[in-house]
Structures are given as structure tokens and as C-alpha cells.
């Protein structure tokens, strides 16, 4: 079992910066993942990582403005979100995959934190 918590979301200005964090407990030796929903929308891939943190995978709109990276020892994953824009608004999720293999699709991950709003204003 694992437990996922967020934080970090907020408000912030178009061409700013915010940082969020996953926390887990449990067994956390998996991948994760960032997703994110906008209202109406479904759940969009944002960013892979790895346990190891050897493989990155980012999705096409955040690539060079986002960078996830993680802290094995203290259990944490972290989503640094650089150049924001207003359609990066929405609730942000980490989740954990229990497979091995790399996967951009939210139904192939096991386990979701709440998430965490982020809105970014013009």
C-alpha cells in the first residue's frame, strides 16, 4: 500500500515558478508519475520518473519548462514547473506504478495522491 500526498500549489503569475511535492509513505519503491485535470477535461500526463530516476519522460507541452525529479531517501517526488502558463491551470496529481515499464495513460497507475491546485493568471 501507498500513501501520496501533495503540496505546493498556489496562484501565481504567467512566466513564474512553483515547485510541488509528493510525499510518500508505504512501499515506495515505484515509478511515479505527475498528471494534471483541468475542469471538464480528463486526467493529462505531465511527467515519468523512474525508481531509480534514470528514465524521464515529459509530455510535449511542459517539456523544457518542467523537470521532475525525486529523493529516494526521504520518499519524496518533486514537479518544478518553470515559465507557467495560464493553461497549465488545473489540480495536479502524482501517482505511483507498480510496473515496470514506462506508461503516459492515468488508468495504468495503481496509486493517487488528492492533488493540488495550481492556477496560473494572465
Known amino acids: 500500500q501507498v500513501q501520496l500526498v501533495e503540496s505546493g500549489g498556489g496562484l501565481v503569475q504567467a512566466g513564474g515558478s512553483l515547485r510541488l511535492s509528493c510525499a510518500a509513505s508505504?512501499?515506495?519503491?515505484?515509478?511515479m508519475g505527475w498528471f494534471r485535470q483541468a475542469p471538464g477535461k480528463e486526467h493529462e500526463f505531465v511527467a515519468y520518473i523512474s525508481w531509480r530516476g534514470e528514465r524521464l519522460y515529459y509530455a510535449d507541452s511542459v517539456k523544457g519548462r518542467f523537470t521532475i525529479s525525486r529523493d529516494n531517501a526521504k520518499n519524496m517526488v518533486y514537479l518544478q514547473m518553470n515559465s507557467l502558463k495560464p493553461d497549465d491551470t488545473a489540480v495536479y496529481y502524482c501517482?505511483?506504478?507498480?510496473?515496470?515499464?514506462?506508461?503516459?495513460?492515468?488508468?495504468?497507475?495503481?496509486?493517487w495522491g488528492q492533488g493540488t491546485q495550481v492556477t496560473v493568471s494572465s
Open positions: 508505504g512501499r515506495t519503491s515505484y515509478a
Open positions: 501517482a505511483a506504478r507498480t510496473q515496470y515499464s514506462v506508461s503516459y495513460y492515468s488508468k495504468e497507475y495503481d496509486y
